[in-house]
C-alpha cells in the first residue's frame, strides 16, 4: 500500500488547510487511517484516526473542535480539514494506515506511511 500526502503549505494563524492522503490499493475500505504530525524532534504525535467506514473517529486534545478527518472510499481518499490552525501546528503531516475494522492512535501500530507534507503557521 503506498500513501500519498498533500495539501500542506504556508497558512496565517487562524486560516485553514485540507490535507489529502490518496491510497492505492483496491482494498482501502478495509483500512483505518489516521494523520500524525512531527515537529523538529523525535516524537511523532498522534493528531486523528477514522475507521474504514467513517462512522468512528477520534482525535488529539489539542486538535479537538478544530480539525475534521473524514474519508471517502469510493476515491481512496482521506483528509484532514484544519480549521483556525495555530502556531502551534506547525509540523510535517503523516498519514497511516492499517488493515483492522478498529481505530489506533499509536504510530506503532501501523503497517504504512505517506512521506509527509509540511504545514507551517507562523506565530
Same mark, same amino acid.
Given at each position: 500500500v503506498q500513501l500519498q500526502?498533500?495539501?500542506?503549505?504556508? &497558512?496565517?494563524?487562524?486560516?485553514?488547510?485540507?490535507?489529502?492522503?490518496?491510497?492505492?490499493?483496491?482494498?482501502f475500505k478495509y483500512f483505518a487511517?489516521?494523520?500524525?504530525r512531527q515537529a523538529p524532534g523525535p516524537e511523532r504525535e498522534f493528531v486523528a484516526t477514522i475507521n474504514w467506514s467513517g462512522g468512528r473517529t477520534a482525535y488529539a486534545d489539542? &486538535?479537538?473542535?478544530?480539525?475534521?478527518?473524514?474519508?471517502d472510499n469510493a476515491k481512496n481518499t482521506?483528509?484532514?480539514?484544519?480549521?483556525?490552525?495555530?502556531?502551534?501546528?506547525?509540523? &510535517?503531516?503523516?498519514?497511516?494506515?492499517?488493515?483492522?475494522?478498529?481505530?489506533?492512535?499509536?504510530?506503532?501500530d501501523y503497517d504504512y506511511w505517506g512521506h509527509g507534507t509540511q504545514v507551517t503557521s507562523p506565530a
Open positions: 500526502a498533500s495539501g500542506g503549505g504556508l &497558512v496565517q494563524a487562524g486560516g485553514s488547510l485540507r490535507l489529502s492522503c490518496a491510497a492505492s490499493t483496491r482494498t487511517m489516521s494523520w500524525f489539542s &486538535v479537538k473542535g478544530r480539525f475534521t478527518i473524514s474519508r482521506t483528509y484532514l480539514q484544519m480549521n483556525s490552525l495555530k502556531s502551534g501546528d506547525t509540523a &510535517v503531516y503523516y498519514c497511516a494506515a492499517k488493515e483492522t475494522f478498529g481505530l489506533g492512535s499509536a504510530s506503532s
